[in-house]
């Protein structure tokens, strides 16, 4: 059963709180970020690399890597470099990169630190420990890809514009775009509010949650294309709200599947990839609430624009009237077309999808009879003062 169609909820008349829930949501995070800024890590601040030999193997069995980078993190969060990251290379050697420091001597003191560290940890089983070398590294890496990262996101961003105008049009373009942005701008705001180390995965983690919601948006827009040609004298509003419960059980199905296992992950996965699931699970449901209450709205809202500037010269009481029968007509509900019964309604009373588009277009040529007969009786009022205009000059 599809609950979602079978509910009379207008989701494009609230748009204006659905705007407000993102402009607050996005306020604070860009709060957080001027003020506390973002916690980056090695990768973009650079730092140092610590290498390290055994002389018999530390890891000998599957799975016995991983066991020992958990025991090194245990170690290092001791010595407060909780936040290195730690690679186990081969078998018998190990590299830690750690945060930069301000001088040689404090990473002399900080290598002999970590040193010491490891052979209290695998002294007994993997003998004597020897030092490979220690190296200053920059945040060249890190540099390069956000550097692509910007560049690819602006090439995305120009590919999205014009595939989608071809496809749609400008202003669907222009909301897939702006729903981007929002997606965007609260998954940095939650990050500088969390203050969550960011390193590579974050790039990673960005661009996958705008792939995402892009997908989703597209399957929306989709199902509004195909209601407008169904129902061509239904005002927007009314076929962009049937659209969105038609499809609202699909969106939401598939986010909450991937966040029971981005959940899953964040859990159990780790201290070295609990960032980038926390990151995949704001962004995902970020990007599913803009897909619903903020693509598809902003279509509707610059249609009615454009609808209301080319209304004006016709005067307001017309359009007055026109509102209120759209309003009274066009309220959206929504089963399916084909589950409706011989009265357009559901087994709870309320209008299906076909009735209520039926009464949108019956409202929608209502508005343009009004207007016709307007039109008449000017036309009428102007022959009758040029017939008079003429009897009195002859």
Not at 243 to 253: D, V
Request: proline share 2%.
């Amino acid at each position: 059963m599809d609950f979602f169609r079978r509910q009379n909820w207008d989701i494009v008349k609230h748009t204006r709180i659905w705007f407000a829930i993102s402009a607050v949501l996005i306020t604070i995070g860009m709060v957080a970020w001027g003020t506390s800024g973002l916690n980056y890590g090695i990768d973009f601040t650079g730092g140092s690399l610590l290498r390290y030999k055994f002389e018999r193997p530390l890891a000998t069995a599957p799975g016995e890597d991983v066991q020992v980078v958990g025991q090194t993190r245990t170690m290092l969060e001791g010595l407060g470099l909780g936040k290195s990251q730690i690679q186990v290379s081969g078998t018998d050697e190990v590299y830690i990169r750690t945060p930069r420091v301000t001088n040689d001597e404090e990473a002399a003191e900080r290598d002999d630190s970590v040193q010491a560290g490891l052979t209290e940890l695998f002294g007994q089983k993997s003998g004597a420990i020897s030092k490979l070398g220690r190296e200053t590294v920059g945040p060249v890496i890190g540099e390069m890809l956000t550097k692509s990262a910007i560049q690819a996101l602006i090439l995305g961003v120009l590919l999205i514009l014009l595939y989608i105008t071809i496809r749609y049009e400008f202003r669907f373009a222009v909301a897939a775009v702006g729903a981007l942005v929002h997606d965007t701008l609260i998954l940095v705001g939650a990050m500088a509010i969390l203050q969550v180390e960011l390193n590579t995965w974050f790039v990673a983690a960005l661009l996958t949650v705008l792939g995402y919601s892009m997908n989703d948006t597209v399957i929306i827009f989709d199902r509004i294309r195909e209601n407008r040609g169904i129902h061509r004298r239904a005002p927007i509003g009314s076929v962009v709200n049937a659209s969105l419960l038609q499809t609202m059980t699909r969106s939401l199905n598939t986010v909450l599947t991937t966040l029971f296992t981005l959940i899953a992950l964040f859990v159990i996965g780790g201290a070295t990839i609990q960032g980038f699931a926390l990151a995949l699970i704001i962004g995902i449901a970020t990007g599913c609430y803009s897909s619903i209450f903020n693509a598809s709205p902003i279509v509707v809202a610059w249609y009615n624009w454009a609808d209301k500037n080319k209304r004006a010269p016709n005067g307001a009481r017309r359009q007055t009237r026109a509102v209120a029968a759209a309003a009274a007509g066009a309220s959206m509900g929504g089963v399916t077309v084909d589950s409706g019964d011989e009265d357009g309604q559901d087994g709870n009373g309320r209008p299906s999808v076909r009735e209520t588009m039926r009464e949108a277009e019956r409202a929608a040529q209502e508005e343009k009879r009004e207007a016709r007969r307007e039109r008449r009786k000017g036309g009428k009022k102007g022959s009758k003062k040029s017939k008079s205009g003429r009897k009195r000059r002859f």
